[in-house]
C-alpha cells in the first residue's frame, strides 16, 4: 500500500478549495468535525442527551431536584353509587 506523502496531502487540500471555494471550507471543517465526533461517541458509547442516567440506567436526580419537598399524594373519594350509600349530611 502507497503511502500518503506531503505532496499528496498538498494535491488533495488544493482539489478540495478549488470545489467548494474558500468561503465553505470553514463550515465543510466544522460539519467533518461533528460528524466524526458524533461517529467515535456512538462506537463508544457516550451519550450526550439531556436526560442524563445514573449508573442503574434510571434519571439521575440533580442536587436542585433532591432539595424539594416531595408532596404528598392526594386522596381521591369515589363519588357515592346511589343516594343510599350517600354521607347522612346529605340525605334529607
Not at 20 to 44: A, C, H, V, W, Y
Request: proline content about 11%; cysteine-free.
Amino acid at each position: 500500500m502507497p503511502n500518503i506523502g506531503p505532496l499528496e496531502l498538498i494535491v488533495v487540500l488544493v482539489i478540495v478549495l478549488l470545489i467548494f471555494g474558500p468561503k465553505r471550507l470553514p463550515s465543510l471543517g466544522k460539519q467533518l468535525g461533528g460528524g466524526m465526533r458524533e461517529f467515535k461517541d456512538s462506537i463508544t458509547g457516550k451519550d450526550d442527551d439531556d436526560e442524563k442516567t445514573d449508573a442503574t440506567g434510571r434519571p439521575a436526580i440533580t442536587k436542585a431536584e433532591a432539595d424539594e419537598p416531595v408532596a404528598a399524594p392526594v386522596e381521591q373519594h369515589a363519588a357515592p353509587a346511589t343516594p343510599a350509600d350517600a354521607a347522612p349530611e346529605q340525605r334529607g
